[in-house]
């Protein structure tokens, strides 16, 4: 099998090629954090507050040290002492590493134990006394603006929960469109806040060398050489020093991209100890203290003509940021990319506002497949589009039809500053609707609801934005979001290629492999990847909001291409030619008009160590760091059909067909598993999910008995297919698509149930659909089966 | 305080004094030293942890190790024979029925599980046996697909593929 791709190298691209990563990981020999133990190796586990909102009266370390086994107790004022007690957040605040003072959320960290067994420090947990003095909670983001609201964080200037604002668009335009305005219509849409729950839970192991003054700390992280400058930024230790290594990570969906207190704890707990220390969360702390995602309170308005043409868009939305605002995102965007808002169509004035705002629950926001709030802006306006069609009624893909970007506008600048590089959106929405059979979907219901049965359709046409992103505006902590690869073509023709960003799961080690494959005429056999040692790899930001192949990808081609040059040079020598004389193809350097005469990387690689011409540095590596010159646009049309049963209020959904257009598709067999992934999410997210709190700021859904992850069985069947428009400023023309079905799917299914209950006068329902909630609106409205 | 136990993981004895309150998955991951046995959730929901005892598919996080005092258990590590893949293996490659790779070690053993008692199963009965298994990669559809095709494979029905070696990276069918 391996010797057609041999025989063919330059049809690597494309190919659904078997991942390179998979044997290990179906023999148990993923090597994941918890699978590492390093000799003398100690736990930790972590005391964490049951209050939301209280002073700590005092803590009594001294039960917890005469359990046997038990190195050390470490609590806030510990960490006082060493100038740790707070750290910086991503977004310019600040986050107690061990809670000092007060506690500001339930399961908030308070104190640690270091112990020489799990069990040790899990009893010695249990045996810290923590007195508490329980002072009054905000839950609701709303009530946390009203003037009599108790401020929550007493070490900020500002004597308010109110954290910022930000504005997007044009205000005066947007108003005077409004005014104008035949048609406005309004609704208030949440997104619920929902949690990644990637299968693996976070967990590190810090192990410092005090003779050397050097740490290596193994951690679950998405982004390791991001990880690396913040921890020399909090521990002062120089960032030469540090060592960060991300072994196989069990998936992470943002979860794994944010710094935890518990990591900067385990590192202070071995600079006490003297040990290397282990900690790894519970399912209960992952859910109930690392990054949640959405928590989004959204007014939308659209102002429209009589003939369904759209205007203007405004939006205000509250944001529940928790206790601290540490949701990680590019320094100038503090609400993400929200502001894309005005989706795949051709508005002509739009004002977005976000009030961010403290409460007392887990700190985040920014996670879950979301490009960066991506999600949140999708739903709002696929939502917000079929809310228009149901007042004017029209049909919602007519709607969409006669206000989607034409072909011949791109690339289009949005009313809030985005230029869209490509899309061929009118030919995407008829392909999708050919191929489901719209037009007999709307027919059959037709004839279904004169039966008095429910049926739905749901179409959501979505624009992404992706690859963040170009210096010039997207930075994290200073750090332009570019990103990187380094090459090493070895003398026999085998390469390694390193990378700034690090896989949960996408399948980059067959990904990358295939673009260098692709590049270089090797066999994807011959390329090994290699990501997450800040020691080996060239610095980059990491994997999430879809960035590693508008990014890395792109720099793995250009690094790629850069060898090629200087292989064309060798090549010249070998073939005692000139330069020019050369061409590029089938995978070799060939004499144009005599490709008989040829030489392969392979000879070409061996010549660069073992024969260079004369003058030239031998050997055949290059490092390439990829500054993007725009975000990419990937777009998708999907489209849920349901049926809902009367009697329960169950909706089935019954087809689900997802059209994406992520530009040139590098393993189309990778990119349909992502696509399957991130409906699943989106499904989940739609029927299932949402972190309640009671009054008291208690987590009611720690565990994954209250928050509901789909099994197989309700999982519906993903149809999927592709429309190809290629980014015409990548590299390759890819663009990126492991968010696309997170960020689409919520609102296809949303307006196909929606859609199954327009006659009743059902305008919007906000998610989770439960069954519970459908079953109240048939009662309501009369319906009893 | 110890209780010695003695079991059979992959045809190996492992003899060792454990406290009471120690997991059988901890036993697995630590006393054996067998990693490829995943936890993901304390509360028997996700799967990451099954393994075969006895002949059948359970969470071992939900067993005490003294419980499984001389029991046989099957673990992912033991799947692969002789440098070959089990067919669940190769099916699970083939389809793309892995990504992160976490959960997978729970999959291959509760689809083992079920084909060595159902060896025609159909995609219902196939949805059903892994509903005990949380996956938050693939939404499900091609482990399904890879434990159809494992089925096949095992019953050598057509269109069965000659064994893969381990470690290369080809063209999938």
């Given at each position: 099998?391996?010797?057609?791709?041999?025989?063919?190298?330059?049809r690597?691209?494309?190919?659904?090629?078997?991942?390179k990563?998979?044997?290990?990981?179906?023999?148990?020999?993923?090597?994941?954090?918890?699978?590492?133990?390093?000799?003398?190796?100690?736990?930790?586990?972590?005391?964490?507050?049951?209050?939301?909102?209280?002073?700590?009266?005092?803590?009594?370390?001294?039960?917890?040290?005469?359990?046997?086994?038990v190195?050390?107790?470490?609590?806030?004022e510990?960490?006082?002492?060493?100038g740790?007690?707070?750290?910086?957040?991503?977004?310019?605040?600040?986050?107690?590493?061990?809670?000092?003072?007060?506690?500001?959320?339930?399961?908030?960290?308070?104190?640690?134990?270091?112990?020489?067994s799990?069990?040790?420090?899990?009893?010695?947990?249990?045996?810290?006394?923590?007195?508490?003095?329980?002072?009054?909670?905000?839950?609701?983001?709303?009530?946390?603006?009203?003037?009599?609201?108790?401020?929550?964080?007493?070490?900020?200037?500002?004597?308010?929960?109110?954290?910022?604002?930000?504005?997007?668009?044009?205000?005066?335009?947007?108003?005077?469109?409004?005014?104008?305005?035949?048609?406005?219509?309004?609704?208030?849409?949440?997104?619920?806040?929902?949690?990644?729950?990637?299968?693996?839970?976070?967990?590190c192991?810090?192990?410092?060398?005090?003779?050397?003054?050097?740490?290596?700390?193994?951690?679950?992280?998405?982004?390791?050489?991001?990880?690396?400058?913040?921890?020399?930024?909090?521990?002062?230790?120089?960032?030469?020093?540090?060592?960060?290594?991300?072994?196989?990570?069990?998936?992470?969906?943002?979860?794994?991209?944010?710094?935890?207190?518990?990591?900067?704890?385990?590192?202070?707990?071995?600079?006490?100890?003297?040990?290397?220390?282990?900690?790894?969360?519970?399912?209960?702390?992952?859910?109930?203290?690392?990054?949640?995602?959405?928590d989004?309170?959204?007014?939308?308005?659209?102002?429209?003509?009589?003939?369904g043409?759209?205007?203007?868009?405004?939006?205000?939305?509250?944001?529940?940021?928790?206790?601290?605002?540490?949701q990680?995102?590019?320094?100038?965007?503090?609400?993400?990319?929200?502001?894309?808002?005005?989706?795949s169509?051709?508005?002509?004035?739009?004002?977005?506002?976000?009030?961010?705002?403290?409460?007392?629950k887990?700190?985040?926001?920014?996670?879950?497949?979301c490009?960066?709030?991506?999600?949140?802006?999708?739903?709002?306006?696929?939502?917000?589009?079929?809310?228009?069609?149901?007042?004017?009624?029209?049909?919602?893909?007519?709607?969409?039809?006669?206000?989607?970007?034409?072909?011949?506008?791109?690339?289009?600048?949005?009313?809030?500053?985005?230029?869209?590089?490509?899309?061929?959106?009118?030919?995407?929405?008829?392909?999708?609707?050919?191929?489901?059979?719209?037009?007999e979907?709307?027919?059959?219901?037709?004839?279904?609801?004169?039966?008095?049965?429910?049926?739905?359709?749901?179409?959501?046409?979505?624009?992404?934005?992706?690859?963040?992103?170009?210096?010039?505006?997207?930075?994290?902590?200073?750090?332009?979001?570019?990103d990187?690869?380094?090459?090493?073509?070895?003398?026999?023709?085998?390469?390694?290629?390193?990378l700034?960003?690090?896989h949960?799961?996408?399948?980059?080690?067959?990904?990358?492999?295939?673009?260098?494959?692709?590049?270089?005429?090797?066999?994807?056999?011959?390329?090994?990847?290699e990501?997450?040692?800040?020691?080996?790899?060239?610095?980059?930001?990491?994997?999430?909001?879809?960035?590693?192949t508008?990014?890395?990808?792109?720099a793995?081609?250009?690094?790629?291409?850069?060898?090629?040059?200087?292989a064309?040079?060798i090549?010249?020598?070998?073939?005692?030619?000139?330069?020019?004389?050369?061409?590029?193809?089938?995978?070799?350097?060939?004499?144009?008009?005599?490709?008989h005469q040829?030489?392969?990387?392979?000879?070409?690689?061996?010549?660069?160590?073992t024969?260079?011409?004369?003058g030239?540095?031998?050997?055949?590596?290059?490092?390439?760091?990829?500054?993007?010159?725009?975000?990419t646009?990937?777009?998708?049309?999907?489209?849920a059909?349901?049926?809902?049963?009367?009697?329960?209020?169950?909706?089935?959904?019954?087809?689900?067909?997802?059209?994406?257009?992520?530009?040139?598709?590098?393993?189309?067999?990778?990119?349909q598993?992502?696509?399957?992934?991130?409906?699943?999410?989106?499904?989940?997210?739609?029927?299932?999910?949402?972190?309640?709190f009671?009054?008291?700021?208690?987590?009611?859904?720690?565990?994954?008995?209250?928050?509901?992850?789909?099994?197989?069985?309700?999982?519906p069947?993903?149809?999927?297919?592709?429309?190809v428009?290629?980014?015409?400023?990548?590299?390759?023309?890819a663009?990126?698509?492991?968010?696309?079905?997170?960020?689409?799917?919520?609102?296809?299914?949303?307006?196909?149930?929606?859609?199954?209950?327009?006659?009743?006068?059902?305008?919007?329902?906000?998610?989770?659909i439960?069954?519970?909630?459908?079953?109240?609106?048939?009662?309501s409205?009369?319906?009893?089966? | 305080?110890?209780?010695?136990?003695a079991?059979?993981?992959?045809?190996?004895r492992?003899?060792?004094e454990?406290?009471?309150?120690?997991?059988?998955?901890?036993?697995?991951r630590?006393?054996?030293?067998?990693?490829?046995?995943?936890i993901?959730?304390?509360?028997?929901?996700?799967?990451?942890?099954?393994?075969?005892?006895?002949?059948?598919?359970?969470?071992?996080?939900?067993?005490?190790?003294?419980?499984?005092?001389?029991?046989?258990?099957?673990?992912?590590?033991?799947?692969?024979?002789?440098?070959?893949?089990?067919?669940?293996?190769?099916?699970?490659?083939?389809?793309?029925?892995?990504?992160?790779?976490?959960?997978?070690?729970?999959?291959?053993?509760?689809g083992?599980?079920?084909?060595?008692?159902?060896?025609?199963?159909?995609?219902?009965?196939?949805?059903?046996?892994?509903?005990?298994?949380?996956?938050?990669?693939?939404?499900?559809?091609?482990?399904?697909k890879?434990?159809?095709?494992?089925?096949?494979?095992?019953?050598?029905?057509?269109?069965?593929?000659?064994?893969?070696?381990?470690?290369?990276?080809?063209?999938?069918?």
């Open positions: 099998m391996s010797a057609t791709l041999t025989e063919s190298p330059h690597v691209l494309g190919q659904p090629i078997k991942r990563e998979d044997p290990r990981f179906l023999t148990g020999q993923g090597r994941y954090l918890d699978d590492i133990k390093l000799p003398n190796m100690a736990y930790m586990a972590i005391v964490r507050s049951p209050y939301a909102h209280a002073r700590i009266v005092s803590i009594n370390k001294e039960p917890a040290l005469a359990v046997p086994g190195l050390a107790v470490i609590t806030g510990d960490l006082e002492k060493l740790l007690a707070w750290m910086p957040t991503l977004n310019g605040d600040q986050q107690m590493v061990l809670a000092v003072g007060k506690v500001l959320f339930q399961y908030q960290e308070v104190a640690a134990v270091i112990a020489t799990r069990e040790a420090a899990y009893d010695g947990a249990a045996a810290v006394e923590v007195e508490y003095d329980p002072l009054p909670v905000v839950v609701d983001p709303f009530k946390a603006l009203e003037p009599d609201a108790p401020i929550l964080r007493e070490d900020r200037k500002e004597k308010s929960n109110h954290i910022w604002r930000w504005e997007s668009g044009d205000k005066a335009a947007t108003d005077k469109a409004f005014a104008e305005a035949e048609v406005v219509i309004k609704e208030k849409i949440r997104f619920p806040r929902v949690h990644p729950s990637p299968l693996e839970p976070c967990g192991i810090a192990d410092y060398n005090k003779t050397q003054n050097h740490l290596t700390l193994y951690v679950t992280s998405q982004a390791p050489h991001a990880y690396r400058t913040v921890l020399a930024m909090v521990t002062k230790l120089p960032e030469h020093q540090i060592r960060v290594i991300s072994p196989d990570v069990g998936g992470g969906f943002g979860n794994k991209v944010p710094v935890y207190p518990g990591y900067v704890v385990a590192i202070v707990g071995s600079m006490l100890t003297g040990r290397p220390v282990k900690w790894v969360e519970t399912r209960t702390e992952n859910l109930a203290s690392t990054h949640f995602a959405r989004y309170h959204m007014t939308v308005e659209i102002a429209a003509t009589r003939e043409q759209v205007k203007a868009l405004r939006v205000h939305t509250v944001a529940d940021h928790g206790a601290f605002d540490a990680a995102v590019p320094s100038k965007w503090p609400a993400g990319l929200f502001n894309i808002c005005t989706g169509y051709t508005f002509e004035a739009a004002h977005v506002v976000v009030d961010a705002v403290y409460t007392n887990a700190p985040g926001g920014v996670a879950h497949r490009s960066f709030r991506v999600t949140e802006a999708s739903y709002l306006i696929e939502r917000a589009m079929d809310i228009l069609a149901h007042e004017l009624k029209m049909d919602p893909a007519e709607l969409r039809r006669k206000n989607l970007i034409p072909a011949d506008k791109f690339p289009w600048k949005s009313p809030t500053g985005w230029v869209y590089d490509s899309g061929n959106y009118h030919h995407t929405l008829d392909y999708a609707l050919n191929l489901i059979g719209y037009k979907l709307r027919k059959e219901q037709a004839e279904k609801r004169a039966r008095g049965e429910l049926m739905g359709i749901g179409i959501s046409f979505f624009t992404e934005v992706v690859g963040a992103g170009p210096s010039k505006h997207f930075d994290i902590l200073g750090i332009k979001m570019f990187s690869a380094e090459i090493r073509v070895h003398p026999t023709g085998k390469a390694i290629v390193r700034g960003t690090r949960q799961g996408q399948g980059h080690e067959t990904t990358y492999a295939q673009i260098v494959a692709e590049e270089l005429g090797l066999s994807p056999d011959d390329v090994l990847v990501e997450g040692d800040t020691d080996t790899a060239p610095y980059g930001l990491g994997t999430y909001a879809s960035r590693s508008p990014t890395s990808g792109a793995a081609a250009m690094c790629a291409r850069r060898i090629r040059e200087k064309r040079k090549a010249a020598y070998l073939l005692e030619c000139g330069e020019h004389d050369l061409e590029w193809a089938d995978g070799r350097f060939q004499v144009k008009g005599a490709p040829s030489v392969t990387m392979q000879q070409i690689a061996f010549a660069a160590y024969n260079p011409p004369p030239m540095e031998p050997g055949l590596e290059a490092t390439y760091y990829y500054d993007p010159p725009n975000l646009f990937p777009y998708g049309c999907y489209i059909v349901v049926d809902i049963d009367k009697g329960t209020g169950e909706v089935k959904v019954r087809r689900f067909l997802a059209v994406d257009d992520c530009g040139t598709i590098i393993n189309p067999m990778i990119v598993g992502q696509v399957h992934g991130g409906l699943t999410e989106g499904f989940a997210i739609a029927f299932m999910q949402d972190i309640v009671d009054e008291n700021g208690n987590n009611l859904v720690t565990n994954f008995t209250e928050y509901m992850l789909p099994t197989a069985v309700e999982t069947r993903w149809e999927t297919a592709h429309t428009t290629p980014s015409p400023h990548h590299p390759l023309g663009k990126g698509v492991g968010e696309s079905p997170n960020v689409g799917s919520p609102a296809a299914f949303v307006n196909a149930v929606v859609d199954a209950l327009s006659h009743l006068g059902v305008r919007h329902i906000d998610m989770p439960t069954r519970e909630k459908v079953w109240r609106i048939l009662r409205a009369g319906i009893d089966e | 305080m110890g209780h010695r136990i079991v059979t993981i992959n045809g190996q492992y003899e060792a454990v406290e009471p309150r120690l997991l059988l998955v901890h036993f697995i630590e006393v054996a030293g067998l990693t490829g046995t995943h993901g959730c304390d509360t028997t929901s996700c799967g990451a942890c099954t393994v075969i005892l006895n002949g059948k598919p359970i969470k071992s996080c939900t067993m005490f190790a003294v419980q499984a005092d001389g029991s046989e258990i099957r673990t992912v590590e033991g799947l692969a024979q002789n440098g070959e893949f089990h067919p669940i293996q190769k099916a699970f490659w083939e389809c793309h029925g892995l990504q992160c790779g976490y959960c997978t070690p729970g999959m291959l053993m509760a083992v599980a079920l084909l060595e008692r159902n060896p025609n199963p159909t995609e219902d009965e196939v949805r059903r046996a892994i509903s005990g298994n949380l996956c938050r990669c693939t939404g499900y559809q091609n482990i399904v890879s434990i159809l095709r494992a089925a096949e494979m095992m019953r050598g029905g057509a269109g069965v593929a000659s064994g893969s070696p381990v470690g290369r990276g080809s063209p999938a069918q």
